[in-house]
């Protein structure tokens, strides 16, 4: 971000780094995932009914889907980086399930929030969904 702000580093080189496997988006996601673990261990009574398959306490849950590398994330880590973040997440559900005129929805983090993201989940995989101003 250094480099980025005292002009060494392009946009485009930026984009490229931070996608790039194995790299500065690693340590991004790590990071991440760090945080996650952080904020549902701080509230473990308020998390633990969002828990799933068979986990009872948040420390294993972390240890064994959190904090690894390569685990796919649920909703119970989009509601603990929503709120530890203070951020709206709009996740738009693409995956197999019936729907009448639009996808399925569900949201995160605070109402009041000034920043709100939307992603689209198709299983496996979250994009990250613009909207046009109109």
Known sequence: MEKLAEG?????????E?????????YCTWYLRVLTATYLKADPTRFIPYLEDGYVDIATFCQTQIEPMGKECTMVQVLALAEAFQV???IEYLDGRE???KLTCHEFGP????????????PGHYDILYTQNR
């Open 99 to 101: 729907f009448q005129d």
């Open 18 to 26: 931070l996608n790039e496997e194995n790299a500065t988006s690693d």
């Open 8 to 16: 060494g580093l392009t946009s485009d080189a930026l984009h490229k």
């Open 111 to 122: 109402e009041t929030s000034q920043t709100q993201i939307t992603l689209l989940y198709r």
């Open 88 to 90: 709206r997440v709009k």
